[in-house]
T-cell receptor
């Protein structure tokens, strides 16, 4: 089944404890993105990748890191999480610039 | 700043009726793409419809159609014969307008309630 998977789905952590949210797609898509969704703010793009080893900042990259060493994986790293990074996070992939984005199921992160 | 504006935080429609969700956007580019995404209570994001800015013809997908007014930078979504399953958050989004990048800008969403 074609899909985007994210792990974990739910995470509660403490301020400053490094964490990684994994994202993997099995559709051989070149484009991948990370978003955060907050009430009243919609989805905001954190980082995107247009191919392996090619990443760039979205609108809200501060406090996040990403890597794209393999085509299928695009992990999101929070080196020192803070409470303002409490949010719902989505990973998405797409076969091309104008192709449909396929979204993962979301990761609910709470930083205390 | 490049923005996408959805001015209706919440809308309601009777089952089988028609509803229109509004979206306006800001860009100085001529080449970009516009989307409507649906997010039901399951939180899954689902593409509803897509419009290429260079195409003058409005996109249509079954009961969903758009009214794309390029000069006015307006991209509204019309849902005909509304069904209970249409109840969801709807997000308007713009891609492009930045050459060589893959920047998506989403609106803040409109929550659609469908009344039986």
């Amino acid at each position: 089944e074609a899909q985007v998977t994210q792990n974990p789905r739910y995470l509660i952590t403490v301020t400053g404890k490094k964490l990684t949210v994994t994202c993997s797609q099995n559709m051989n898509h070149e484009y991948m993105s990370w978003y955060r969704q907050d009430p009243g703010l919609g989805l905001r793009q954190i980082y995107y990748s247009m191919n392996v080893e090619v990443t760039d900042k979205g609108d809200v990259p501060e406090g996040y890191k990403v890597s794209r060493k393999e085509k299928r994986n695009f992990p999101l790293i929070l080196e020192s999480p803070s409470p303002n990074q409490t949010s719902l996070y989505f990973c998405a992939s797409s076969p091309g610039t104008i192709g449909e984005q396929y979204f993962g199921p979301g990761t609910r992160l709470t930083v205390t | 700043a490049q923005t996408v504006t959805q001015s209706q935080p919440e809308m309601s429609v009777q089952e089988a009726e028609t509803v229109t969700l509004s979206c306006t956007y800001d860009t100085s580019e001529s080449d970009y793409y516009l989307f409507w995404y649906k997010q039901p209570p399951s939180r899954q994001m689902i593409l509803v419809i897509r419009q290429e800015a260079y195409k003058q013809q409005n996109a249509t997908e079954n009961r969903f159609s758009v009214n794309f007014q390029k000069a006015a930078k307006s991209f509204s979504l019309k849902i005909s014969d509304s069904q209970l399953g249409d109840a969801a958050m709807y997000f308007c989004a713009r891609l492009g307008g930045f050459r060589g990048t893959y920047k998506y800008i989403f609106g803040t969403g409109t929550r659609l309630k469908v009344l039986a």
